[in-house]
């Protein structure tokens, strides 16, 4: 019997497989007809050739992108209906449906089923396949009547199969095995902020990447073009998941670690907790606003202005009167100053008028040259500027935190101590705490606009006719969408941006990742317990709907400036519109390494949730004590065991950020090519990480040097600790040359 239901699923998985190459052959036959179609007649034409090709590149791109393990279970349902659930949904040209997307309401019971609740179910199947083929299959009957004598219930063999496969430095969606409790934070309502707490291995990463793919879905009308944001702790991190959403149907996501949430910063330098937490505290705000406000000067006293021979007074009075008035539009700073100028030039110009006039009596000739020998003369755009400088972000941090006078002046809430931490020379790199600061900065200022404001002026006018061709274009184009499946797909903003003539055309998370002042429709931020008020002050500033997706486990909290409590770190931003689920049940580390990490927190004082492993490991967590100096020797002697116990799978050396190139540089010597350095090398046999790039990773091997460095280098906190000693997926080792820290070895 099983053959032949293994038979007959490879018959129909090769049916499926068909029918996505025709799709595939389809749209590159659609997309190179489009293509061939010279760009002729009106805007409006050119516009939906445009559209259509943009519409095809993205299904392509989604069609390319689920081939592996297209489709991963079938439903048998009451009603005697085979439901196939798959990475898409698929129907024939006659519109008769193949597979469901697991998205769909539909395909919902394949996730939430179980024997007490069926839900119409009466089996579940899994299938278990290798590139195009279905290798296995496992069924989950749900109705006993199906029983045969000698039959038994099965489960779960799907899911401990790939719980207990090699890691591969890349992370894996889960779509074919989403439990019951992690299905049901996936398909939360999108409004409002939803925190998914979660301890080690309990999924939280995955469920945020598929609940993202779910919420593009299941809203694509709403978030089509305002789009998803996700943001991770690192650039390691961002690198090991960026597979997952294509691979479940998704490539329009815009992805950014914390230090790259600034279009043209890439802020990587490393600075002490001590600056880290002063940065990140909310009173920075105010700091930037006072630097911000301490550019628009009043002069000392009255100024003698040089314009063409004539001398004419700048009185501190009219100076004022004029930064009143510049303020009171409540516009950014830059251009603020278009007003403050205005104002001034036009006094200055009366001034100089007068001055003529009362030296050529009855003279009445044309005196509008007047105003553009005031806007010309050097002595008066040196005093404009000395009053109110245009500024740019960057610059302003930069001085800030470079010049002890400006710092003191518009931080007079911290201490002189507090001061001299932050005090740096005015060329240091940027750090992720800068970027918060730089986004503040240049909300508080403005764009840069040396053309006065015509440019801007000019490029609202044309984005106003490419909206207007572009609706009308999508309009003409309707129903010709809707025979093709993929109305409602793309919109005039969409179609506009994809029409700019610059030779590029860029996609919606293109265009997202290059504006700083995108608004998102939601934000996915993933290890958020790290976040310090101000990186959630940018946050809330890039989505004002406030619509977020919010995952971590304040047990794992190692940053200074993160957070205690996630009312603390949510409630001034947020209030009361948020709402928090936990997931109870560790699906990665072994029980035994588990309890261990649990334990040595707990000693520490640290209450963390505590999740139930599914599964024992084979080994205790070992540890291997060693006199001081011999750490990395004895690194490089485990090695060997290390390896060939995980049979081929990853093995991460987690050390002091201090010892990582020490490290990395004694395993290379013996190891080669082999051995991987820091957030760029997840995938090598042997990868050598502090315990910030490792956050939200998994090995199937971990060697922890020194674990008494690691509560040291946290202030004493144990989430660097707790988060090294729970990515192994099967095999913990520590080496220590200092005194264990208590509750490790139980």
């Given at each position: 019997?099983?053959?032949?239901?293994?038979?007959?699923?490879?018959?129909?998985?090769?049916?499926?497989?068909?029918?996505?190459?025709?799709?595939?052959?389809?749209?590159?036959?659609?997309?190179?007809?489009?293509?061939?179609?010279?760009?002729?007649?009106?805007?409006?034409?050119?516009?939906?050739?445009?559209?259509?090709?943009?519409?095809?590149?993205?299904?392509?791109?989604?069609?390319?992108?689920?081939?592996?393990?297209?489709?991963?279970?079938?439903?048998?349902?009451?009603?005697?209906?085979?439901?196939?659930?798959?990475?898409?949904?698929?129907?024939?040209?006659?519109?008769?449906?193949?597979?469901?997307?697991?998205?769909?309401?539909?395909?919902?019971?394949?996730?939430?089923?179980?024997?007490?609740?069926?839900?119409?179910?009466?089996?579940?199947?899994?299938?278990?396949?290798?590139?195009?083929?279905?290798?296995?299959?496992?069924?989950?009957?749900?109705?006993?009547?199906?029983?045969?004598?000698?039959?038994?219930?099965?489960?779960?063999?799907?899911?401990?199969?790939?719980?207990?496969?090699?890691?591969?430095?890349?992370?894996?969606?889960?779509?074919?095995?989403?439990q019951s409790e992690q299905d049901r934070i996936i398909r939360s309502p999108l409004s409002g902020a939803l925190v998914v707490q979660g301890g080690p291995g309990t999924g939280k990463t995955a469920v945020a990447l598929h609940r993202a793919a779910y919420l593009l879905y299941t809203h694509r009308e709403r978030l089509a073009s305002a789009g998803v944001l996700l943001v991770g702790p690192s650039s390691a991190f961002m690198k090991y998941i960026e597979r997952v959403l294509p691979s479940l149907g998704e490539t329009g996501v815009?992805?950014?670690?914390?230090?790259?949430?600034?279009?043209?910063?890439?802020?990587?330098?490393?600075?002490?907790?001590?600056?880290?937490?002063?940065?990140?505290?909310?009173?920075?705000?105010?700091?930037?606003?006072?630097?911000?406000?301490?550019?628009?000067?009043?002069?000392?006293?009255?100024?003698?202005?040089?314009?063409?021979?004539?001398?004419?007074?700048?009185?501190?009075?009219?100076?004022?009167?004029?930064?009143?008035?510049?303020?009171?539009?409540?516009?950014?700073?830059?251009?603020?100053?278009?007003?403050?100028?205005?104002?001034?030039?036009?006094?200055?110009?009366?001034?100089?008028?007068?001055?003529?006039?009362?030296?050529?009596?009855?003279?009445t000739a044309d005196r509008s040259y007047l105003a553009e020998d005031v806007r010309s003369s050097r002595d008066v755009r040196i005093m404009l500027n000395l009053c109110w400088m245009p500024m740019g972000a960057q610059k302003l941090v930069r001085e800030l935190f470079s010049k002890p006078e400006i710092l003191r002046a518009v931080a007079p809430g911290f201490t002189d101590a507090e001061r001299e931490l932050l005090l740096r020379p005015e060329d240091a790199p940027w750090t992720e705490s800068d970027v918060p600061l730089l986004?503040?900065?240049?909300?508080?200022?403005?764009?840069?606009?040396?053309?006065?404001?015509?440019?801007?002026?000019?490029?609202?006018?044309?984005?106003?006719?490419?909206?207007?061709?572009?609706?009308?274009?999508?309009?003409?184009?309707?129903?010709?969408?809707?025979?093709?499946?993929?109305?409602?797909?793309?919109?005039?903003?969409?179609?506009?941006?994809?029409?700019?003539?610059?030779?590029?055309?860029?996609?919606?998370?293109?265009?997202?990742?290059?504006?700083?002042?995108?608004?998102?429709?939601?934000?996915?931020?993933?290890?958020?317990?790290?976040?310090?008020?101000?990186?959630?002050?940018?946050?809330?500033?890039?989505?004002?709907?406030?619509?977020?997706?919010?995952?971590?486990?304040?047990?794992?909290?190692?940053?200074?400036?993160?957070?205690?409590?996630?009312?603390?770190?949510?409630?001034?931003?947020?209030?009361?519109?948020?709402?928090?689920?936990?997931?109870?049940?560790?699906?990665?580390?072994?029980?035994?390494?588990?309890?261990?990490?649990?334990?040595?927190?707990?000693?520490?004082?640290?209450?963390?949730?505590?999740?139930?492993?599914?599964?024992?490991?084979?080994?205790?967590?070992?540890?291997?004590?060693?006199?001081?100096?011999?750490?990395?020797?004895?690194?490089?002697?485990?090695?060997?065991?290390?390896?060939?116990?995980?049979?081929?799978?990853?093995?991460?050396?987690?050390?002091?950020?201090?010892?990582?190139?020490?490290?990395?540089?004694?395993?290379?010597?013996?190891?080669?090519?082999?051995?991987?350095?820091?957030?760029?090398?997840?995938?090598?046999?042997?990868?050598?990480?502090?315990?910030?790039?490792?956050?939200?990773?998994?090995?199937?091997?971990?060697?922890?040097?020194?674990?008494?460095?690691?509560?040291?280098?946290?202030?004493?906190?144990?989430?660097?600790?707790?988060?090294?000693?729970?990515?192994?997926?099967?095999?913990?080792?520590?080496?220590?040359?200092?005194?264990?820290?208590?509750?490790?070895?139980?």
């Amino acid at each position: 019997m099983y053959d032949a239901e293994l038979a007959h699923e490879r018959f129909y998985v090769d049916g499926l497989y068909a029918r996505l190459d025709e799709l595939r052959a389809e749209k590159i036959e659609q997309l190179s007809e489009v293509r061939r179609t010279k760009s002729m007649g009106t805007h409006q034409n050119r516009s939906e050739r445009d559209a259509f090709a943009a519409l095809y590149e993205t299904r392509l791109a989604q069609l390319n992108a689920v081939d592996d393990k297209l489709v991963f279970g079938r439903l048998d349902l009451d009603n005697g209906e085979q439901r196939y659930i798959g990475r898409i949904g698929l129907s024939t040209e006659d519109l008769r449906q193949l597979m469901v997307d697991w998205r769909a309401p539909e395909a919902g019971t394949f996730y939430q089923a179980t024997a007490f609740e069926r839900l119409g179910v009466r089996r579940r199947r899994h299938l278990i396949l290798k590139g195009r083929n279905v290798k296995a299959i496992e069924d989950e009957v749900l109705d006993h009547t199906m029983l045969v004598e000698g039959e038994h219930l099965q489960g779960e063999g799907a899911l401990l199969a790939a719980l207990n496969s090699k890691r591969t430095g890349r992370m894996s969606d889960i779509v074919g095995t989403i439990q019951s409790e992690q299905d049901r934070i996936i398909r939360s309502p999108l409004s409002g902020a939803l925190v998914v707490q979660g301890g080690p291995g309990t999924g939280k990463t995955a469920v945020a990447l598929h609940r993202a793919a779910y919420l593009l879905y299941t809203h694509r009308e709403r978030l089509a073009s305002a789009g998803v944001l996700l943001v991770g702790p690192s650039s390691a991190f961002m690198k090991y998941i960026e597979r997952v959403l294509p691979s479940l149907g998704e490539t329009g996501v815009v992805m950014a670690s914390v230090g790259h949430l600034l279009p043209g910063i890439s802020a990587t330098a490393v600075e002490s907790p001590e600056v880290a937490r002063l940065k990140g505290r909310i009173d920075m705000a105010r700091v930037i606003a006072n630097a911000v406000a301490n550019r628009q000067r009043l002069p000392r006293g009255d100024a003698r202005l040089d314009v063409e021979g004539t001398r004419l007074v700048l009185t501190a009075r009219q100076v004022r009167r004029a930064r009143d008035k510049a303020r009171a539009t409540g516009k950014p700073h830059n251009e603020a100053r278009l007003t403050f100028v205005k104002i001034l030039l036009r006094e200055l110009t009366d001034q100089l008028r007068e001055h003529i006039e009362a030296s050529g009596t009855g003279n009445t000739a044309d005196r509008s040259y007047l105003a553009e020998d005031v806007r010309s003369s050097r002595d008066v755009r040196i005093m404009l500027n000395l009053c109110w400088m245009p500024m740019g972000a960057q610059k302003l941090v930069r001085e800030l935190f470079s010049k002890p006078e400006i710092l003191r002046a518009v931080a007079p809430g911290f201490t002189d101590a507090e001061r001299e931490l932050l005090l740096r020379p005015e060329d240091a790199p940027w750090t992720e705490s800068d970027v918060p600061l730089l986004d503040e900065a240049a909300e508080l200022l403005g764009e840069l606009d040396i053309t006065g404001g015509r440019a801007g002026a000019a490029h609202d006018a044309q984005r106003r006719r490419d909206l207007a061709n572009a609706e009308k274009a999508i309009a003409n184009m309707d129903q010709q969408l809707e025979d093709s499946g993929v109305n409602g797909m793309l919109t005039a903003e969409q179609l506009a941006d994809y029409n700019v003539v610059d030779g590029e055309h860029l996609s919606n998370a293109d265009r997202a990742l290059t504006d700083r002042t995108w608004a998102y429709g939601h934000v996915v931020v993933d290890e958020a317990q790290e976040l310090s008020p101000m990186q959630w002050r940018l946050l809330v500033r890039r989505c004002p709907v406030k619509s977020f997706t919010i995952v971590g486990d304040i047990a794992q909290t190692s940053s200074a400036a993160g957070a205690d409590s996630w009312r603390q770190a949510l409630s001034p931003f947020m209030g009361e519109r948020w709402s928090m689920e936990e997931l109870t049940v560790n699906y990665r580390t072994p029980a035994q390494i588990a309890e261990s990490a649990v334990r040595m927190a707990n000693a520490a004082g640290q209450v963390v949730s505590a999740p139930k492993a599914v599964r024992d490991g084979e080994w205790e967590p070992i540890v291997d004590h060693v006199a001081a100096g011999a750490l990395i020797e004895r690194v490089v002697a485990v090695m060997d065991e290390e390896t060939a116990a995980v049979d081929g799978g990853l093995v991460a050396v987690i050390a002091p950020r201090g010892m990582v190139a020490e490290t990395a540089a004694a395993l290379r010597a013996v190891y080669g090519h082999r051995v991987g350095h820091g957030a760029g090398s997840v995938e090598q046999d042997i990868v050598v990480i502090d315990p910030h790039e490792a956050k939200g990773l998994e090995f199937d091997g971990v060697v922890i040097v020194e674990p008494a460095a690691l509560l040291a280098g946290a202030g004493g906190r144990v989430g660097d600790l707790y988060v090294a000693m729970t990515r192994p997926t099967q095999r913990l080792r520590l080496i220590a040359a200092e005194p264990l820290p208590e509750g490790i070895e139980a």
